[in-house]
């Protein structure tokens, strides 16, 4: 039984660490790549980009853009939804995942001019997130949405796909916020999860392995009882 609760308390805290050091690789990963990329401003500089290339620019939602959900104000949104019960019934508020994808083309503004986000399978990050007030009968909200409205800062990471006036881009992503702050978002979020992984696997294996330590704890106060009898002695 010992040996099972110090193979379980080892698998748990070894899946946790390497939880926390996957996000912490990807968020990394995720730095990296927008660092490299110098934020694209002005559509002058844009119009000069060969297609193909991948490329940042940093801009805002343009007023052209249809508002596709008018409660918020939202231009592009993913609606995410979660159980707020257990199996018994029980208030219990479940993980987060996207119910609805709503990313439609987006016109940006930059200096000079526009650009055309062609694509609408990009992925929306950094979005305002709103949550839906829970009804009377549940304490916790089951639904939320995150998205972008007219007049945000925005960057977008993709490919020059059509040059001219009006340059089209095919995107990655289209994330709210500005490049600088998305680096530090990432880079701290990468952080954050990481640390807490390492108090889940540290606070997990304690409680999985809690007779093995409290076994070592009584094992050492024994011990230093022992001395101090001895050197009293």
Known sequence: MKNRQVVLGMVFAGGALLCGLLA???SIASVNRVQRL???????VLGDVP???PILIEGRVSDRNPVNLEAHGFVAYLREGRAVVNARGTPSPGNWSVRERVTPPLWLELSGGLVYIENDDYDLEKGKTIEVTPSAFHRYS????????????VIAVGAVSARGAQPHLKADFVARGTHAS???SQRNAGVIFFVGS????????IFILQDQVRGIYVKIKRAGGGRSRSQSG
């Open 198 to 205: 390492v108090l889940v696997a540290i606070l997990g294996g």
């Open 24 to 26: 912490l690789c990807s």
């Open 38 to 44: 110098t934020p694209i401003t002005s559509v002058t």
């Open 142 to 153: 089951g639904t939320r949405y995150n998205g972008i409205e007219i007049g945000d800062p």
């Open 182 to 184: 998305y680096v530090a």
């Open 51 to 53: 297609a193909g290339n």
